[in-house]
């Protein structure tokens, strides 16, 4: 298990977001919204963790099906049931949503058209780290770690980057962007669910 011995007070997030990006350690943005997009923003990134967190046990990111020790496609009804709750937690995009939708679709096409059919060859980057953060094992509530740095903030979009503080050692920084969609912030991006790594 992942022991986190570095413990980052969530009043700090900010400060350290409003900073990035400016001068004489003041914002760049004047505009009055910013704080308050600035801590909706770093809420919505807490809440898809838990929600992620909390799904975890009974939603599967492309799950395959393996018959006698092969690969043989992607398991549809546990996809479809995945792709159903990120659309009902609305946490998401639409475009983040197509987008995972469209990745299920090229992992079972990789899978069901292989020649030869070597299917338990395949490996793909999500079966050996978690997508959703690059772990490979478990972190506790480590949502409540988030070391937030390259804050960027529009009136329509944002992104930044996390990373987790060890006691020796800091975690590679993994990119997350929103939109703003009906007045909400949502996640439109997620770097583990990133195009160009699951068409290699």
């Known amino acids: ?68 020790s092969f690969q043989t496609g992607l398991d549809l009804p546990a996809f479809e049931k995945a792709c159903k709750a990120l659309e009902a937690s609305h946490l998401f995009s639409n475009t983040f949503i197509a987008n995972y939708k ?13 020649d030869p059919k070597y299917l338990n060859e395949i490996n793909f980057a999500y079966q050996d780290a978690d997508p959703w953060t690059y772990f490979q094992d478990d972190a506790g509530q480590y ?26 050692s800091t975690t590679g920084k993994y990119l997350v962007r929103f939109s703003k969609e009906n007045g909400k912030w949502v996640v439109s991006y997620l770097d583990g669910f990133d195009k160009k790594m699951y068409v290699q």
């Open 1 to 68: 298990m992942r022991t986190l011995k570095y413990i980052l007070p969530f009043i700090l997030i900010l400060p350290a977001a409003c900073s990035q990006n400016s001068t004489n350690d003041k914002p760049v943005s004047t505009d009055p919204n910013w704080q308050k997009d600035s801590l909706e923003v770093i809420n919505s990134l807490k809440h898809v963790y838990r929600w992620h967190d909390s799904a975890a046990s009974t939603l599967i990111d492309f799950n395959v099906l393996v018959v006698d």
């Open 102 to 114: 469209e990745l299920g679709g090229l992992i079972n096409k990789k899978l069901t058209t292989a």
């Open 143 to 168: 949502w409540n770690d988030f070391k937030i740095s390259d804050f960027v903030l529009s009136s329509d979009s944002a992104s930044l980057k996390w990373s987790l503080q060890e006691k020796h």
